[in-house]
């Protein structure tokens, strides 16, 4: 058999990508109706592969990063390249993880028996085929293709191309790994080039590819979203609130604005925006700002909140915050801060500035906390705790694919469940209507 | 405040769409979070003035159906047009029904509390505003506003043009009978014109509407589903099969071919395929092709069937099936028939011709039942039961918006929850991480 990882995308590359999506949906309704064993057996396959080509994977990655320090990338880009045998043992440990995840297939969502006699059955199925897209981090490779794989899903991966000689490998090893499987070789292809062509003709696939997963930096996500016809499941970017409201207990108000902005400042579920009630923001806002400076975060405050701070530290320097700012997600130690009159200002500021990822609320007023909980529109809405939860591990899924800020199919931390749909099956007895 | 359904949509039509959609988005807001109660005295409302204008709703209906006749519609189309006295009380007697459905919204869907004392509960919530674009069915225009409402979504609506003036009024009439409620009238807005330009940027305001449901023909749904950047939920058509198995009822099987295929040839879960076992072929065949015959159905039937079909009604003409005709959505009485060696020769022809709307097995033999139940990749699948079935009133949803064979949210009828998402709300008591 030929290995698609070997053969050169140069004509006809409309073609030959097809011919990848129609194998891997040949493939998807082998693996549809395959048993939990049988796919556990495949995943311990590649789990024990990996163990064994460790060094062939990090020989891979060193021309890799060879070519990345050529092509000038960042110290963080090539961080994020590099397969250190840690990762490589964390694959591993990955892998066999997602094959002790419960089987998400052919769990009955509910039933119910119709007047007529007809048993109606909601059961959890595969979705088909997935294509996920990603960038530099040549581990997604083995974790999203064990997440499809354990979910009955055929994959299609497009890595980036600093990635390519790792992609590469971990792709080939997968098909060697499932070659002795009952999983078709074909469940999990890497598109075989990085070329931009190949994953326009990709996202047109819409006969054989059903969901589009795309992973990376916004500017990745909306080429995606803007040029596929297959439905994406995405989240743009993370700009996530804490407000602190009027009643709030303002000792754990400032523990959760600097864990959650200072604590990790490059992930999506970091907050961006600070919304503080008028009422407490003298109190609240000097010593907050204090602890704010020691982590090094710089601060953008509206007029209202500089004019307090400026009082309060006339020694600190500090930015206005512009209405842009407060869109922005900085990915950094940058934090902009708002005062508010009241709970609904608080709401309406939330909604409009937030991408609907993780905001919460700080309070000791029930009330006020549950407007605040049903009335903001985001994925995750929190109640005196952390927006850094938002994660498939703390929310007990086991191990993500992603975080989704869109509303259809699935929001928030994306598992194994979120990569399956569903089909109704009708159980009859001769009805003919 | 100005009725957006009487300003005319000339120049800056994109900004006029625009401006709509944010509107409707506005409204989503405040109906997110409204009471049942509210939203169930808002659809009285409607109902009520529906019974009251139904005499300026015929007049409204008799323009376009005058205008129809003299462009030409066919009578069918006409028929489609026309609101009849019995039409509009449908109309009251559908809303009224909306009302009594439960609420989708505010479902706990499930929760759990995590080791570190995280409360994480997954709420059903509205998806936000939904555009629905439709044709000729005027009714359409109510049935979807009273559906997203008591679903808490705002909805946009594009009609057909040749239903314009009876749009209109419907719309004119929902704006007025919401102006005494808690439901802000901009809950409901029509485009108030049927240009292709303004669907178009319908099709672009992803930024405030977000899901797309198309209901009408395969061009239509092709049309936003090429154009829509915003996720849209549809089936393109409905090609459905039925398989008799080599250990079916044939008296069963041939009762529910004709029903399934004659009964209302013009509707998406209607039959177009009679895929038959070889080994029951010249036993079942002959009686069937005679009953269809008898309700005036064609036959296309490949050459093996053919050749049966000829020798025992020598008398019958009977036309050669194309591999085209097996991808058919007839939507008239026409059956394509093929003959297959074995169950895994039918699941491939199910798989390979269905559109995934609905598809049936007749057998007696369990284990082959439960194979093609788990094998056959499709919104719903029978045992021994008409492909008619698939309908939101026959799965006891109460009424339906649309029947999806897309994967992703919703697949197969979709009633009132499937016009939600929902979102989680994590209760904690200062959890920092």
């Not at 204090?290 to 982590?295: G, I, Q, S, V």
């Not at 500035?353 to 605040?372: C, L, M, N």
Request: aromatic share 4%.
């Amino acid at each position: 058999m030929i290995k698609p990882i070997f053969f050169k995308m140069t004509e006809n590359i409309e073609n030959q990508v097809g011919e990848l999506a129609q194998r891997a949906r040949k493939a998807s309704f082998i693996l549809a109706t395959l048993s939990s064993d049988q796919k556990n057996a495949a995943l311990e396959s590649i789990a024990l592969l990996i163990e064994k080509r460790a060094d062939i994977l990090s020989e891979k990655n060193r021309l890799d990063l060879e070519a990345g320090s050529q092509n000038g990338l960042s110290p963080a880009l090539l961080d994020r390249l590099r397969l250190t045998p840690e990762r490589i043992a964390a694959m591993v440990e990955g892998v066999r993880q997602v094959a002790t995840l419960p089987d998400p297939v052919g769990q009955i969502i509910e039933s119910s028996v119709r007047p007529n006699g007809l048993d109606i059955r909601k059961v959890s199925v595969p979705i088909g085929v997935i294509g996920i897209i990603y960038e530099s981090r040549p581990n997604v490779t083995i974790d999203c293709a064990a997440l499809c794989l354990k979910s009955g899903n055929a994959s299609i991966l497009r890595g980036g191309k600093e990635a390519f000689h790792s992609n590469s490998a971990l792709a080939e090893l997968v098909q060697d790994a499932l070659r002795e499987t009952d999983v078709p070789q074909d469940a999990v292809l890497l598109i075989p080039t990085t070329d931009r062509e190949a994953l326009n003709h990709l996202l047109k696939q819409d006969e054989n590819i059903h969901c589009i997963i795309p992973r990376g930096g916004e500017a990745l996500i909306r080429f995606v979203t803007e040029h596929s016809r297959i439905p994406v499941i995405k989240h743009y970017k993370g700009v996530c609130n804490l407000y602190v409201d009027s009643k709030a207990d303002l000792d754990l108000a400032r523990k959760i604005a600097i864990t959650a902005k200072c604590g990790r400042p490059g992930v999506c579920n970091a907050i961006e925006n600070l919304i503080v009630h008028r009422e407490i923001a003298s109190e609240f806002l000097p010593k907050t700002i204090d602890a704010l400076a020691e982590a090094n975060c710089e601060v953008r405050a509206d007029s209202e909140a500089l004019s307090i701070l400026k009082d309060a530290r006339p020694s600190l320097t500090l930015g206005e915050a512009t209405e842009e700012d407060f869109h922005t997600e900085f990915l950094d130690l940058i934090l902009s801060i708002k005062i508010v009159d009241s709970l609904e200002d608080a709401i309406d500021a939330v909604n409009r500035y937030g991408s609907g990822h993780s905001d919460a609320i700080v309070t000791t007023d029930e009330p006020a906390a549950e407007r605040f909980l049903a009335a903001i529109d985001t994925s995750t809405v929190y109640w005196n705790a952390s927006t850094r939860f938002t994660d498939g591990f703390e929310f007990g899924l086991g191990s993500e694919i992603g975080i989704s800020t869109d509303r259809l199919h699935a929001r928030g931390p994306m598992g194994l469940r979120e990569l399956c749909t569903y089909k109704y099956q009708v159980r009859g007895n001769g009805q003919t209507k």
